[in-house]
C-alpha cells in the first residue's frame, strides 16, 4: 500500500539524512491525515495518487513564479521535489499517447465541437486519472476539437 511505502521512504531519507525527500514526504504524509481527520476516513491508494497530482500541480504553479522571480535555487528545489512526488504517481503519458486516447474518447462521445469540451474533459479525466495532468488534457482536448 502507498501509505507504508511512503512512511518507508520517509525513514530512509531520515536515515540518509536527504532532507528533500524528508520534508517532501512528510507534506504528503500531513496531506493524507489531513483529509483523513477532516471526513473521518482512512484514505486509499487511489485518494493518496489524488493528493499527490494536486501536489505536484501546485509545486509546477509555483515554478512559474519563481522563474518571474529568477529564484534559480528555488526552482531546482521545487523540481527535485516534483521528481521525488512522480515516483508515487502512475506512468505520466506522452502528449502522443494522450492524444490517441482522447482520440477514442471523442469517438465514443460523438464529439464535434469545442462545445463538446467539458463532456470530454470530465470523461478524459475519468479515464486517464492521474497518468496525465489536466492542464495537458485540457490543451490535448482543445486541440483535437478544434
Same mark, same amino acid.
Given at each position: 500500500?502507498?501509505?507504508?511505502k511512503l ?7 531520515m536515515?540518509e ?5 524528508? +520534508?517532501? =514526504?512528510q507534506?504528503? !504524509?500531513?496531506a493524507? #491525515?489531513?483529509?483523513?481527520? *477532516?471526513? %473521518? ?14 501536489? =505536484? $500541480?501546485?509545486?509546477? *504553479?509555483a515554478? =512559474?513564479?519563481?522563474?518571474? %522571480?529568477? !529564484? ?12 521525488? #512526488?512522480?515516483?508515487?504517481l502512475?506512468?505520466q503519458?506522452?502528449? *502522443?499517447?494522450?492524444?490517441?486516447e482522447?482520440?477514442?474518447?471523442i469517438?465514443? #462521445?460523438g464529439?464535434?465541437?469545442?462545445k463538446?469540451?467539458?463532456i470530454v474533459? $470530465?470523461?478524459?479525466?475519468a479515464r486517464? %486519472?492521474?497518468?496525465s495532468? %489536466?492542464r495537458t488534457?485540457?490543451? =490535448?482536448?482543445?486541440e483535437l476539437? +478544434?
Open positions: 500500500m502507498l501509505k507504508e512512511m518507508e521512504d520517509l525513514k530512509n531519507s536515515k539524512k536527504n532532507n528533500i525527500k524528508k +520534508n517532501t =514526504v507534506m504528503v !504524509r500531513a493524507i #491525515l489531513q483529509i483523513e481527520k *477532516d471526513k %473521518g476516513i482512512e484514505v486509499d491508494d487511489q485518494k493518496i495518487i489524488e493528493i499527490i497530482a494536486k501536489e =505536484v $500541480k501546485g509545486k509546477k *504553479d515554478i =512559474v513564479d519563481f522563474e518571474k %522571480g529568477e !529564484r534559480e535555487d528555488l526552482i531546482n528545489q521545487t523540481n527535485e521535489e516534483i521528481a521525488i #512526488l512522480q515516483e508515487y502512475p506512468k503519458l506522452t502528449k *502522443d499517447e494522450l492524444k490517441v482522447i482520440e477514442k474518447i469517438k465514443e #462521445l464529439a464535434t465541437t469545442i463538446d469540451m467539458g474533459m $470530465k470523461e478524459a479525466k486517464i %486519472g492521474a497518468s495532468d %489536466g488534457i485540457n490543451e =490535448v482536448v482543445k476539437l +478544434n
